[in-house]
């Protein structure tokens, strides 16, 4: 049927098809944080509640941010959702010196997983002691969380 053969044919589909995979390039990356080094996925205990939206993500996003400029001190991170359906959350550190190791950013995420099981959600459904901040960003139905200090190193969650 082919000249060369289903293998020939097959090899010419994945060289055609996977470059074109790799087309999904990050937008955000080189303009807010550098390319991305790593990756890993967070499968979610919790499930994308019914009333999570475009409007809750940004409301969330701008009510911890004017949360932190009521602080006496300047913010050491910028966060704030992008996408069309602003279902990516970027916290990017905009202090030197101050979460520019992941190591130091997934410090972070655990304090940020604390302050989440303060919250009213957590508590009335007694998951404060099981989900993480990763949970309540499934909740909200953010599906990818990039965190990076903001010049060397980039690191991207996604959330299943």
């Known amino acids: 049927m082919f000249k060369y053969g289903w293998a020939a044919f097959f090899s010419a589909v994945l060289i055609i098809i996977v470059p074109q995979?790799?087309?999904t390039k990050d937008r955000h990356a080189g303009y807010y944080y550098p390319e991305v080094q790593s990756r890993e996925t967070y499968t979610a205990r919790?499930?994308?509640l019914p009333e999570a939206s475009?409007?809750?993500r940004i409301a969330f996003v701008t009510g911890l941010t004017s949360q932190m400029l009521r602080n006496p001190y300047p913010p050491e991170i910028a966060i704030f959702a992008k996408g069309?359906?602003?279902q990516k959350l970027i916290i990017i550190s905009v202090k030197s010196n101050a979460y520019n190791t992941l190591y130091r950013m997934r410090g972070l995420l655990a304090t940020?997983?604390?302050v989440s099981r303060t919250t009213a959600l957590f508590q009335e459904n007694a998951v404060q002691d099981y989900f993480t901040f990763f949970d309540l960003a499934k909740m909200m139905g953010f599906e990818l969380i990039t965190v990076s200090d903001g010049r060397e190193f980039a690191?991207?969650?996604v959330i299943e």
């Open 155 to 157: 690191h991207q969650i």
């Open 84 to 86: 069309a359906e602003a």
């Open 21 to 23: 995979a790799g087309l």
């Open 112 to 114: 940020l997983t604390a």
């Open 54 to 56: 475009r409007r809750a």
């Open 46 to 48: 919790a499930i994308t």
